[in-house]
């Protein structure tokens, strides 16, 4: 038999920056036989096709927590992960939505900075004035104030996820592509192993990373997750002369994220829009709608009125995993032995490494939160009633540019 038909400790299906990040935790915290397993290449999901804002401006504190320890991280790459340096800090500014509910939202913008510091992001909020002076080829007429995050930048997905698939492999793991997680095997509530397209791995612990996919998997164990996957699509363009740089923007304003991709070029996300329509994700089109790149880049010339000159390069769509309330689902799930990591919409990149933390943390002593995030509030469990409709926090910002997913 070949070596890797041989039973593991852990199966962890799926290779995006979740399944990857988890295999590296756990493989060099010596967790045992440790086998990753991806039905196509490492990144070939939504972790191959994300924008990678590394933000950690969020409402409510355990996310805050995860962005803020996945961009640790991130940012010191080649003494943790090991390789070179994923994460290009440039700096990050986040408005808030402009109209009738401005005030409120830039209230809540200071209460919401005061929580990243309290939480250990440099953040601070910052007036029209020092807008100018940060970013003086912006228009920053239509709003009174926005969060900077000095330090925040953007990462290369797609380098950073095989970066971490091959430290897990270094660390031990097993790291198998091409090979599709068929069924979750149970035996009175406990898992007994993983049916693959390669054959069946026995093992006690599954963990579905799964992203979009995430429901089909876990219907064999007999869990219902309630995960939808929407299609959004980016565009790249190229700069004019006149934009040399930018910061990245998270700008609920412009109802646009933004950041550069490589030298002269700039990726852009929309908010709002029929891109948010649920998809199957087996079947929806991985390319940029006709059109799409013209809009993209005059949303951006909102702020960056130099931009209406770019020249739109390509595009293409990835599938936001969305919960009935946009926050993700993790911890144990159904039969003993079977947990998630999943539904992280269109913000699961930068707390990929965070989130792995955490689950190797459960796995390790089952049972108990980790001591540094409360992990309570992402069960599965809180979809059986009404708790999940009620909001993670007071300050949630009120937002009609859909994003796919609160701030
Ligand atoms: C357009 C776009 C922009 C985004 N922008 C940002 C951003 O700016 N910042 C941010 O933090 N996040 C962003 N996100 C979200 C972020 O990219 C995702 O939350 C994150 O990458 C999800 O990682 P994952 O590992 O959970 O899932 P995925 O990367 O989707 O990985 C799941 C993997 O599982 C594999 N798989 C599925 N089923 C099986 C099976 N049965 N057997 C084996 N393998 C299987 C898939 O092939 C896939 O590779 C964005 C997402 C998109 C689509």
Redesign the pocket.
């Known amino acids: 038999m070949a070596a890797h038909h041989q039973s593991a400790d852990i199966v962890i299906?799926?290779?995006?920056?979740?399944?990857?990040s988890l295999a590296w935790q756990l493989a060099r915290r010596g967790a045992g036989r440790v086998t990753l397993?991806?039905?196509?290449?490492?990144?070939?999901?939504?972790?191959?096709?994300?924008?990678?804002?590394?933000?950690r401006h969020y409402s409510n504190r355990p996310e805050a927590i995860l962005?803020h320890r996945g961009w640790q991280t991130f940012a010191a790459w080649p003494e943790l992960v090991g390789g070179g340096p994923v994460h290009t800090p440039l700096g990050l500014i986040v408005t808030v939505e402009t109209g009738s509910g401005y005030e409120d939202n830039v209230e809540r913008l200071h209460r919401n900075v005061a929580l990243q510091n309290a939480v250990g992001v440099p953040s601070r909020v910052v007036d029209r004035a020092e807008l100018h002076e940060l970013q003086p080829q912006a228009d920053w007429s239509d709003v009174t104030h926005a969060a900077f995050e000095p330090d925040s930048g953007?990462v290369d997905?797609i380098a950073a996820?095989h970066g971490m698939a091959r430290a897990a492999q270094d660390a031990g793991a097993v790291v198998r592509e091409g090979?599709?997680?068929?069924g979750i095997e149970t035996a009175g509530d406990r898992v007994q192993g993983v049916r693959?397209s390669d054959g069946l791995i026995p093992t006690g612990t599954v963990v579905v990373?799964?992203?979009?996919?995430?429901p089909?998997?876990m219907r064999t164990a007999g869990v219902a997750v309630p995960i939808a996957a929407l299609r959004?699509?980016?565009a790249i363009a190229q700069r004019p002369l006149d934009i040399e740089s930018h910061m990245i923007y998270l700008d609920t304003a412009a109802g646009i994220?933004a950041?550069p991709w490589g030298p002269g070029r700039t990726l852009i996300?929309l908010g709002g829009g029929d891109q948010h329509d649920p998809v199957d994700p087996d079947r929806h089109d991985p390319g940029a709608d006709p059109g799409y790149g013209d809009l993209a880049i005059a949303a951006l010339a909102r702020r960056l009125p130099a931009m209406r000159g770019a020249a739109y390069l390509h595009g293409h769509?990835?599938?936001?995993?969305m919960t009935p309330d946009a926050h993700p689902i993790i911890g144990p799930a159904g039969p003993e032995g079977l947990y998630l990591?999943?539904g992280?919409?269109?913000?699961?990149?930068?707390?990929?490494p965070a989130v792995a933390e955490a689950m190797a943390d459960v796995l390790f002593h089952p049972g108990h939160s980790p001591d540094w995030v409360d992990l309570r509030p992402f069960t599965l469990q809180r979809f059986a009633g009404d708790a999940w409709r009620t909001p993670w926090s007071p300050d949630e910002y009120a937002f009609s540019s859909d994003f796919g997913h609160g701030l």
């Open positions: 299906v799926g290779g995006g920056i979740m399944g990857a397993l991806e039905r196509s290449v490492v990144a070939a999901g939504g972790s191959g096709k994300t924008g990678a804002l590394l933000r962005a953007y997905a996820t090979t599709l997680a068929l693959t990373a799964a992203g979009p996919w995430t089909q998997i959004v699509q980016v994220f950041r996300g769509a990835g599938l936001y995993d990591m999943a992280f919409s269109g913000a699961g990149f930068k707390k990929g």
